[in-house]
């Protein structure tokens, strides 16, 4: 397999995700990370944010979401034949929006993307640089994005089917894979991070899966206050509710049984450690030497915070 950083498979007409625009939020992650989970998490935010705030109940019911630039991925919008309309993505109920391109309005936004930091920087500086757009960036344990990243390469038709576990372990591990290496991703956010943080910028937000999985309760929340947005206890409750991975997999419109492209559950167990089953004590030695030399000690913090 070989890294698409040049994302070949672009779908027409995406360059309005590559301008931000006040209030937009992007949402970044490596594939298999936990991007599709918290952009449902965001989604339900907004969708309880309408009830409590009426007064703002459209501003919000109004936001859209899309994932840019890559056609296998749910999110991915989809494009209509009318003519000047196009469809920019999914409302916070699922339904595809359609967009009036003579309309100059944007509404909130939601936008998911698989970019590293520096292709983020190099086409949406503009997300830098807004004081109005907020990122949020997840990782993920990398040994639970491999065997993720694995059997969502068999169930997808848009994908290559991996000869065995032990071949697309071998890429994952090399970066021989669509996006490159999960190491350079995380280095990479992680320094933009910590450098974000030094310059006192409240622009992006770590959260870890795992984090997501300890304590949905707290993680909902600084998400909220990242954002700026106050929800009730009970709101929040309600939030998390929605976005366990029961619910999620029960809603067909959440759980994306109706897209043909998919072979299989793409909501597949959202456990963390499932590695564990997957992996060889070998498998685990080598991974975890790898780990140390890419990473070693000055993302110990990060690392940490991959275990339960």
Known sequence: MIPDFAMQNNIPNEADLLKATDGDVYLLAYPKAGVTWTTEVLTAIYSQYAIENPSRAAEFEGAIRAHGFCTSCPLSRRH?????LTSVGYDINGNAVFHDET??????????LHFPVERMEALIPDAFQNDRVKMIYVARNAKDVAVSYYHFHKMNETLPT???????LDDFISGSVRCGSWFEHVRGWWRKHIELQQ???????????????????????RICNHLGLKLSPEGIEEVCFKCNFTTMKRDPRRNHSQNDIFKGDFLRKGKVGDWQNQFTQTQRQNFDDTMHSQLGNDYTPIVNSFAM
Do not use: C
Request: glycine fraction near 2%; charge should be neutral; aromatic fraction near 8%.
């Open 162 to 168: 991996p000869e065995s576990w032990e071949e697309f």
């Open 103 to 112: 309309n100059d309005q944007k509404p909130r936004r939601l936008i998911s």
């Open 80 to 84: 209509s034949t009318k003519p000047g």
């Open 199 to 221: 310059q006192h910028t409240n622009k992006l937000l770590l959260v870890t899966f795992e984090s997501l999985k300890r304590n949905t309760y707290n993680e909902v929340e």
